[in-house]
């Protein structure tokens, strides 16, 4: 019942991107200027609300303050909409990249080990340099992405990096991460293989995470 409950989260959350997605294009594609910046801003205004939510009445000058900017804001914003969407998707890919490449500094737990770790326990060497290099491999592929994200961005139509943004930059993800699993099945065909989706659970359960929460 509880897996059937995660499957349905995981469902409705990917449901909600493709919804995004589609529409952020349209906005793109029509150049709807007042939708397209409201789309935009949507992900940011909903993190910070649960920011500032989680931060109780100490939230509440932020949150003023972030409508002020906005509303005082809004006109420029409606006339870079576009620049909205490109600064969200390279932005994030930025943010990614930088996540993997820094966790692989002399010290520190590359990020793809650290995720193995949580799901299988202590690493043999093997899967320790597996993880390593996969961990550089995301560094690389999300770097790339934003740096595609941006030379369409200047040197395209609109249209056509919202093309690449919205439904070009998902699947390339998805085919990341079925053609890492089918190299690892190759590579390291002794140890357990386990799905994303029990990889979110560990991630989930792992107690720096269940603090958080």
């Known amino acids: 019942m509880a897996r059937a409950a995660r499957l349905f989260q995981v469902g409705a959350v990917a449901a909600l991107a493709v919804a995004y997605a589609c529409l952020a294009h349209y906005t793109n594609a029509s150049s709807s200027r007042a939708a397209g910046?409201?789309?935009?801003?949507?992900?940011?205004?909903?993190?910070?609300?649960?920011?500032?939510?989680?931060?109780g009445w100490r939230g509440m000058p932020v949150a003023l303050a972030l409508s002020g900017?906005?509303?005082?804001?809004?006109?420029?914003?409606?006339?870079?909409?576009?620049?909205?969407?490109?600064?969200?998707?390279?932005?994030?890919q930025c943010l990614i990249g930088y996540a993997f490449a820094r966790s692989l500094a002399p010290g520190r737990e590359p990020l793809c080990s650290r995720f193995a770790r949580m799901v299988h326990g202590a690493l043999e060497?093997?899967?320790?340099?597996?993880?390593?290099?996969?961990?550089?491999?995301?560094?690389?592929?999300?770097?790339?992405m934003a740096s595609?994200?941006?030379?369409?961005?200047?040197?395209?139509?609109?249209?056509?990096?919202?093309?690449f943004a919205n439904f070009i930059t998902?699947?390339?993800?998805?085919?990341?991460?079925?053609?890492?699993?089918?190299?690892?099945?190759?590579?390291?065909?002794?140890?357990?293989?386990?799905?994303?989706?029990?990889?979110?659970?560990?991630?989930r359960a792992s107690p720096g995470v269940a603090r958080e929460h």
């Open 170 to 203: 998902g699947p390339l993800i998805l085919l990341m991460f079925v053609g890492e699993y089918l190299l690892r099945r190759r590579l390291l065909p002794h140890i357990e293989h386990a799905s994303i989706l029990a990889g979110i659970e560990a991630y």
């Open 125 to 144: 060497p093997a899967v320790a340099a597996y993880t390593r290099g996969l961990t550089r491999v995301w560094a690389l592929f999300s770097f790339a």
């Open 37 to 55: 910046a409201a789309l935009a801003l949507a992900p940011l205004g909903v993190a910070a609300l649960a920011a500032c939510a989680r931060a």
């Open 148 to 163: 595609m994200s941006t030379a369409l961005y200047v040197a395209a139509p609109l249209k056509v990096w919202s093309v």
């Open 69 to 92: 900017g906005i509303a005082y804001l809004w006109p420029w914003l409606m006339s870079h909409y576009g620049m909205l969407y490109w600064i969200e998707h390279a932005g994030t």
